[in-house]
């Protein structure tokens, strides 16, 4: 099981090179202020900064007994 993928779309938010100011705004080495969504030629992938999407829930509602047979 890989836990990091290789073809990792480049974003200022995961770079180890920035540092998050705000929801919008990096605070990049090379580039000064940057939006989260840009990227450069310098881009390194730090595993550490990026946070993964909430889990779903369960909705217990709508389970039957019948979804528990065989």
């Excluded at 073809?7 to 920035?18: I, L, N, V």
């Amino acid at each position: 099981m890989k836990l990091f993928r290789k073809d990792m779309d480049p974003r200022c938010a995961y770079c180890e090179k920035g540092r998050q100011i705000n929801d919008r705004e990096v605070a990049c080495l090379k580039r000064g202020v940057v939006p989260v969504e840009g990227h450069c030629g310098a881009f390194r992938y730090d595993p550490l900064k990026r946070v993964p999407p909430r889990p779903a829930s369960l909705d217990a509602d709508a389970l039957k007994d019948e979804d528990f047979s065989i």
